[in-house]
């Protein structure tokens, strides 16, 4: 399978994304950080999934500083970042509750800060971080004409967003909307049950999926829906000759025909290669079925 | 903000109606109501919201004999009525159980009533009262039609109806439906969590809000969620240094970019004049989302 | 009524179709079967509803041998199968699980199967049995122009689709799908719950029934709602002066507006001629609703 997938004529990115919402946590150095981005390069990888409040409003920073010692790596990868969310923390001592903000000055604001912090002159992708439900979509439509037109932002999605309200939002725009970034992995199954898949298929909008792994939790199964998938996907590695469940999870992702971008959120990088090597996973109808039945718990009807 | 809102080229309501549900139960003399009525048009309301079976079919015609003390008004109003619920009271002793009914017949003939009852010759806005599981889209096309060639109705809608329901029906007309009136209010969300708004959003069409004021529950609030209400409403109200919670809760419908337009039910017109006053409150983004918050209980995801 | 419904311009349905789900329970000699098949069609039934999986692959072959013994009468009738589940039943040892499968291959397999075991040269309508979680509408649109291109099927339809999937793989064909099969009768209101008649209406594509009857239990009701439902048909039935409640849930049917078809399952010749006879019947819209009230439990809102 090849890890490169066109999702407008304009905007191609890595089948796996490099996510980046725990890079606080990670505690490297810039020159660490450095080294990984250059080897996750190596391994294909070339999309990098931010959000301007990742690490309380840091990570991109931390990114920005590592990219600023090799400059040049910029124009071998796309950066996505997010906007709309305005935590209720010390970053914002104003505010006394969480909001969204998709007013007009707030979406170029935050894209302009996120090209401060990431040390660049453009994103590649521009995500609206969730539906909301104060939203002008004619305003939003303004914001994103602005960051098209100055070639700060070059194309433009939405993430956690249903069919009717990506629906509503790409009938005030004259661009589409490239993609919509949701939740998928073999322990939630939400965009199947809400017609998403089917509405992206609809549009040939290819999905990017956050929480691939289903939050780690299936390595130690608690759960008897964790059990039952555990035991499912080890059987399937084992019949596969795969080394761990990790790969089978992308594996079922990357098989569907969709084409769903797994985002995998790791720091070593042999997770992250078990998710560039799921591309040559090759899993049969059935046990792709097989996971989807022990996700659910109940045969097909 | 502006006290008039263009649906179409042809109709533009105020954005404040007065609806008259309980008409009946005020026991206004003809002379009061006209008193009212002239007291309403000099607040700017120009709107006047009916239903053929307000009052168990009663309360058209009290209007209407208003009216008729001062005809030169009517040129001054838009008159809204719906049909299509046929209750079970005295007035059908012929029906067993409450129906719905959309058939040629009886909704030329109810058009018809409500302009006899009301005493003009003209409906600005006649909607649809209910979906109803016995539709024929197609027939209710030729009823609209006729209606709309005599004159007898100038512009249709419905009310309560989902984003399919509606769309269903607009693709059998040659005119565009002009509204949906729906039950929205800082107690009830529901439009928020069908997809209804970013539906009507996407086609730029102004909802209509029917019990705007929660049923005056949050007054004396009892349940949990009346009192988060109730709490965060008298805390704004004060930020925003109005006198009453009511005035919150229509700006709160106000300040949503939808366009919606709130029906205010009372005979008392001081109570009116607090929904006329909320278009001039400017209640911040947070405000906004603290209400919605205290509603849901629950913080944004 | 007339028993004869437009679905395109290629394709006529029988108002009332025979449906085959049972046949290899009937226990018909292929000389039985002939006979039934005759007396079917004098009754103006030319719709025969069959699928590729229906007594574990065998019922179509059934009938298949009936035919052979008079085939002039396949040019009197339409034929209907379906294709997509794939059961784990002796059938297929290979399998664990029961799966669906809408690969180009498998499409085109099953079709030809079709019309090997129904012995003709021709399906009038092929259906996809169930929506799939594992879906690609343009893999499907491939394999529905290979089947049409060589005349080996004429029209094509789906089964247990919601709006949503319906839309999504009418999106990526040339051809309108014809109808989507689902489970309607007085006792399962989904598609009326589902916001899937009011698709069906927009479009104007007309719906199968099957479970027209509610599996039977109505005859012997044990639930609450059954004894609500048997107790308002046979009121129903008295006043429409009808012998038995089953054709007042045909008529029920029959009466709604979107051209229901419903798919007799029953091998009694005087059954399948009182779904027939339920075409003169004349309902009354009030024991329409009477009905569906009786249905849900509660009078309308």
């Not at 970042?81 to 969204?100: F, H, M, Q, W």
């Not at 939203?135 to 994103?144: G, I, L, T």
């Not at 433009?156 to 309200?165: A, D, I, K």
């Not at 992702?253 to 959120?265: R, T």
Request: aromatic fraction near 8%; charged fraction near 25%; hydrophobic fraction near 40%.
């Amino acid at each position: 399978m090849e890890n490169k997938l066109a999702l407008n004529d304009n905007l191609s990115l890595s089948r796996i994304i490099h996510g980046y919402w725990r890079l606080r946590d990670w505690n490297l150095s810039d020159q660490e950080l450095l080294k990984l981005i250059e080897q996750v390069l190596e391994l294909g990888i070339t999309s990098f999934d931010h959000a301007d409040i990742y690490g309380n409003y840091t990570c991109e920073a931390y990114f920005g500083r590592a990219l600023a010692l090799k400059p040049s790596l910029r124009d071998q990868m796309e950066l996505i970042s997010k906007c709309g969310i305005r935590l209720n923390t010390d970053a914002n001592p104003e505010l006394d509750v969480k909001i969204y903000d998709y007013s007009f000055n707030y979406i170029v604001q935050q894209a302009e800060a996120s090209l401060k912090h990431l040390g660049t002159d453009r994103l590649d992708l521009l995500l609206l971080h969730r539906p909301a439900p104060f939203f002008n979509p004619e305003e939003v439509a303004k914001a994103f004409d602005k960051l098209k037109q100055s070639g700060k932002v070059l194309n433009f999605g939405v993430s956690n967003f249903t069919p009717m309200q990506f629906d509503s939002l790409q009938s005030h725009l004259d661009m589409p909307l490239a993609t919509n970034q949701v939740e998928i992995s073999v322990s939630c199954l939400e965009h199947f049950e809400n017609e998403n898949m089917e509405f992206l298929q609809k549009h040939n909008i290819k999905p990017m999926a956050w929480s691939p792994l289903a939050g780690g939790g299936l390595f130690k199964p608690q759960s008897d829906k964790e059990h039952r998938l555990h035991s499912v996907l080890k059987e399937i590695a084992a019949a596969l000759n795969v080394e761990s469940i990790d790969q089978v999870m992308y594996a079922w992702l990357l098989k569907h025909p969709a084409g769903i971008m797994p985002i995998v959120g790791s720091q070593h990088i042999n997770r992250i290669k078990s998710a560039v090597d799921a591309l040559e996973v090759e899993m049969s109808l059935e046990q792709w079925y097989k996971i989807y039945i022990a996700s659910k718990g109940d045969e097909l009807p």
